[in-house]
């Protein structure tokens, strides 16, 4: 098993803690991982993007040009690396802000409505655990404990309150995700 | 403390951090400068003053820096610093006293991209610098090539035993990538820092209080007479070629049948084992050679793949540096060719193969 | 009978003796220069606190950048500007020791302006002493950040022009303005009153550091006979006409 992620989006969205939260779950299921930030003066407010890579062997480049799956939480990243799934891959985006949808035939694409759902839900600060949540439905690589382990381990322990709000989330973002048909 | 395994998923310069206190160093001392400030950020949320008793000081400058590492090793102790590309330039000054009064510490480059103020992003630009000396002077500085975070970790640990094993600086060449990426990393259980006691045993030239009983102990590299000064130069360089005899690391993957030869270090290494796979799956038979030194470069190792490799391509994120040891090490028997993106911007796989193909395989 | 030189030569008639710390290595400084008074009363002050065994000393680059040959401690030899550095790690990871720096005017309020300056605001818990004679001596007669105004000097022959070369630096009132020093004095070593202040000053120095309360600075104005082309009797003349209502004498802050 080899998993090439690339998650974008803007700043401030969580992307990079989504990366991470997905990379400590993986460590939690003995996996071999990497996260791969995009990072300076852009991170403040710009866009951000992370390349996390999961595997049941060591791992080599953690840049890559072409992935597994696509994260895409603005219309920026939409346009940036919607090119860049391979073949066969696995795009999943938030419609959310999104001008033009997606328009590759040879890739499978899910959406997840996860900002609309956060709002509804009142906790916007969930929002990427949704997207995770989404995401880990289509491609179940890790098992929902060592996501919460994995979570637990990246959030500062003054937060540890909020992992249920952040476990439903994710549940919640498993029944809302779905298949966009070509 | 506790020491059962610890494994962790941590950025390489947090790693750094994490490896120092581990390894029982006795003092940072630092500058903030992106992408590695992140190594005092972690030692100063660690408080390792509390528990191992480590000094953790953010210096004016990178040149005081350097200087407190000086005076730090200078009294035996484990000192190091860390910075990146311009800082660095800045600490050559205090690198080149520190070899020239054979001063063991460690330094850590989280390279980026020059020349001047350039750029934060990831760079492998300051290769000349790092193993050719870089201040005034004939001398070498140890150089380890990490091309993961467990390395950062471990190498903080394998520099310094090195840089007190021939008394000289050891440098830890690294990039903003490996310094921004996170990775699991297993951490090593704490070490006792050195007692002061332990330190006059072990290194008797340290400056800790002269005791009747032995002569005063004098840290300088000052030395007005010239034959005493060219044959302090010559112990030098016959510690460099003990080093060269002795502590050469790399890791070869598929050099056994390779036609073609990667050598690249690093995080470029990373990226040239993605481009092997993509090329053996090509049924092109490439190897990949990681220097881990770089300084002692690999020489023997490389030289050892010529009865059956054709031609090696030199990747690194330069206009090409370390392709001149290449050249060198091969001596014109088969074709060298370099390949990097430059200015931050990083090479991938495809990009390594498609140069293989077009500078040394159709070229 | 006739009394020869052997006979006056004495146990019991010895009124001085150079202390036990000064090695047999003669001084290289020229003549007349302040630096080997100041040296042999640092010695002194070591050798009576009886601190040989507790001091590390941080030498300069200059015309005492050998110092470390003539009094018998620890030493390390720094960087041109550096030695605060040095002495701050010194310090910090050998809190029980008693750490002093050695710097000249070049070095230390110069090339080593931030290191003196940061030395001090952080109050590190050492002493640092500071030859003031306004003038480069090893590198031959240089303009110094301390050179007065109109003095000459071999990159200023026709005298310090503060429009072009800038005035001369007080640098001793700018880190008494400083909080993390304690002890800030300006002395000086031209006569046999001075050099019992001056040594007062060196052991008040020594004997703060058990209290770690900042840093004690001492500045020596001096002369470079030399440098400044006079004689030792003259050059201390011009020091006390010309120097000292400029860089005037006395503890600016003991607290």
Aim: glycine letters at 10%.
């Amino acid at each position: 098993m080899n998993e090439e992620i690339i998650i974008a989006g803007f700043g401030g969205q969580g992307v990079l803690s989504m990366g991470k939260i997905l990379a400590y779950s993986g460590v939690m299921q003995d996996m071999e991982v990497s996260w791969m930030p995009s990072y300076g003066p852009e991170m403040r407010g710009g866009t951000a993007n992370v390349t996390v890579i999961l595997s049941d062997s060591r791992i080599s480049s953690p840049i890559l040009k072409m992935y597994d799956t696509a994260i895409i939480l603005n219309q920026q990243s939409m346009d940036k690396f919607e090119p860049f799934v391979k073949p066969g891959g696995v795009l999943v985006y938030d419609g959310n802000g999104i001008t033009r949808h997606p328009e590759r035939k040879d890739i499978q694409v899910y959406r997840v409505d996860a900002a609309e759902e956060a709002a509804r839900m009142q906790s916007p600060k969930t929002f990427n655990m949704i997207v995770l949540g989404g995401y880990l439905k289509i491609k179940p690589l890790v098992s929902l404990d060592n996501v919460m382990l994995g979570l637990k381990k990246s959030l500062p322990e003054r937060h540890h309150r909020l992992l249920p709000m952040n476990q439903a989330a994710i549940e919640r973002g498993g029944e809302i995700i779905y298949k966009v048909e070509a | 403390m506790d020491n059962k395994k610890d494994i962790r998923l941590m950025k390489g310069n947090e790693a750094i951090a994490e490896a120092a206190i581990r390894c029982g160093v006795d003092g940072y001392f630092g500058y903030p400068i992106t992408p590695q400030s992140e190594v005092m950020e972690t030692l100063m949320l660690l408080k390792p003053w509390e528990t191992t008793g480590m000094v953790v000081l953010q210096a004016e400058s990178e040149i005081a820096s350097i200087n407190m590492v000086y005076g730090g090793a200078g009294c035996g102790k484990k000192v190091m610093t860390s910075s990146s590309s311009p800082g660095i330039s800045l600490m050559q000054e205090g690198l080149t006293y520190l070899a020239g009064a054979e001063l063991p510490c460690v330094v850590v480059n989280v390279v980026r991209g020059g020349p001047g103020l350039g750029t934060i992003q990831p760079a492998q630009s300051d290769y000349f610098q790092s193993v050719k000396g870089g201040g005034h002077g004939d001398y070498k500085l140890i150089v380890l090539a990490p091309a993961s975070v467990q390395e950062m970790a471990d190498f903080v640990e394998l520099a310094f035993d090195l840089a007190f094993k021939y008394r000289n600086p050891a440098l830890i060449l690294s990039d903003g990538m490996i310094g921004q990426m996170m990775e699991k990393v297993e951490l090593k259980p704490y070490r006792k820092r050195w007692t002061n006691e332990e330190i006059k045993q072990m290194h008797p030239w340290a400056t800790m209080g002269k005791p009747a009983e032995r002569e005063r102990n004098i840290i300088t590299s000052v030395e007005l007479d010239p034959n005493a000064f060219e044959r302090f130069n010559h112990k030098l360089q016959d510690k460099y070629r003990k080093m060269q005899e002795e502590e050469v690391r790399c890791e070869q993957f598929n050099c056994e049948d390779a036609e073609y030869l990667l050598v690249a270090y690093g995080s470029s290494a990373r990226i040239c084992q993605k481009a092997m796979e993509l090329a053996r799956a090509k049924g092109i038979k490439v190897g990949l050679l990681r220097p881990i030194t770089l300084f002692p470069f690999p020489t023997r190792e490389i030289q050892a793949l010529l009865g059956h490799v054709k031609g090696i391509l030199s990747v690194e994120l330069s206009e090409g540096q370390m392709v001149e040891d290449v050249r060198l090490t091969v001596e014109g028997k088969v074709k060298v060719e370099h390949f990097g993106r430059v200015g931050g911007v990083v090479h991938s796989p495809e990009e390594v193969v498609e140069a293989l193909e077009r500078k040394i395989i159709g070229g | 009978m006739e009394v020869s030189i052997k006979d006056i030569i004495k146990p019991e008639n010895l009124v001085y003796q150079k202390s036990s710390l000064l090695t047999e290595k003669p001084m290289h400084y020229c003549p007349g220069c302040t630096h080997g008074v100041v040296n042999r009363l640092i010695a002194e002050v070591i050798e009576e606190l009886g601190l040989q065994q507790e001091t590390i000393g941080v030498t300069p680059v200059g015309c005492s950048v050998l110092l470390y040959n003539y009094i018998d401690i620890d030493w390390q030899e720094a960087a041109h500007g550096r030695a605060p550095a040095l002495g701050t790690a010194i310090k910090r990871l050998l809190p029980e020791k008693y750490v002093f720096t050695y710097q000249g005017d070049g070095d230390l309020a110069a090339i080593g302006t931030a290191e003196t300056i940061h030395a001090c605001n952080r109050g590190e818990n050492i002493l640092m002493v500071f030859i003031n004679n306004g003038i480069y001596g090893m590198t031959g007669g240089q303009m110094a950040p301390t050179t007065l105004e109109g003095m000459a000097a071999s990159t200023c022959p026709f005298g310090r022009d503060p429009e072009r070369d800038g005035n001369p630096l007080s640098m001793t009132e700018i880190v008494a303005t400083l909080p993390g020093t304690r002890y800030v004095t300006r002395q000086a070593a031209h006569t046999a009153g001075a050099v019992r202040k001056l040594k007062k000053a060196l052991i008040k120095g020594f004997n703060n550091q058990k209290e770690n309360k900042g840093t004690s600075f001492i500045e020596v104005v001096s002369t470079c006979n030399s440098g400044w082309k006079m004689t030792p009797v003259q050059a201390n003349e011009w020091m006390v006409e010309n120097m000292f209502p400029f860089y005037p004498l006395g503890d600016i802050k003991d607290k």
